[in-house]
T-cell receptor
């Protein structure tokens, strides 16, 4: 199956700093990538839909100025958590849809963010 | 508000038994349905996708879809301890993203 790589797998940062998470589709082109957040014992919650070459579409309640998404190429999307606070500590997961398989998403390994 | 409902469990079955996981969804026009397995602390991995009413089998896994009842299920035959995980039901939206249920935790006892 298609491979999606996410980096870093975990990061610890101080409150107020910014953290960038990368999501790459390794063996296919992804015009659309999705960013999810998962709190402990909760399901995945969609944060935003990232479209190559255009602005991301954010879900209701997700601050676009806090969670900056850039999808500059067909294989890379980045999520930057700006001015992170402890309540932003979570498991962030990206996924990408392979062309020809609508709805079959392939997930990155996830990035666990801990804000002190 | 589109919803995907799952029993949170835990569902406990003995090794070798059949595990049955159920999911209902609210959006009657949904066309694509998925089951993901998520081990603790890990990212979800796709197990099955199903688009048409009826059964779809892949190895020990069988997905069942009934659009009239807005119900999708996953059967795991000959359950193994390595199947112990949280199983997420997901329903596709027209924009391409998925709405996930909260997951059912499955525990297979040796």
């Amino acid at each position: 199956g298609a491979v999606v790589s996410q980096h870093p797998s975990w990061v610890i940062c101080k409150s107020g700093t910014s953290v960038k998470i990368e999501c790459r589709s390794l063996d296919f082109q992804a015009t659309t990538m999705f960013w999810y957040r998962q709190f402990p014992k909760q399901s995945l919650m969609l944060m935003a839909t990232s479209n190559e070459g255009s602005k991301a579409t954010y879900e209701q309640g997700v601050e676009k100025d806090k969670f900056l998404i850039n999808h500059a190429s067909l294989t890379l999307s980045t999520l930057t958590v700006t001015s992170a606070h402890p309540e932003d500590s979570s498991f962030y997961i990206c996924s990408a849809e392979q062309a020809g398989d609508p709805g079959e998403l392939f997930f990155g390994e996830g990035s666990r963010l801990t804000v002190l | 508000q589109k919803e995907v409902e799952q029993n949170s469990g835990p569902l406990s079955v003995p090794e070798g038994a059949i595990a049955s996981l159920n999911c209902t969804y609210s959006d009657r026009v949904s066309q694509s349905f998925f089951w993901y397995r998520q081990y603790s602390g890990k990212s979800p991995e796709l197990i099955m996708s199903i688009y048409s009413n009826g059964d779809k089998e892949d190895g020990r896994f069988t997905a069942q879809l009934n659009k009239a009842s807005q119900y999708v299920s996953l059967l795991i035959r000959d359950s193994q301890p390595s199947d112990s995980a949280t199983y997420l039901c997901a329903v596709g939206e027209s924009q391409g993203n998925l709405i996930f249920g909260k997951g059912t935790k499955l525990s297979v006892k040796p």
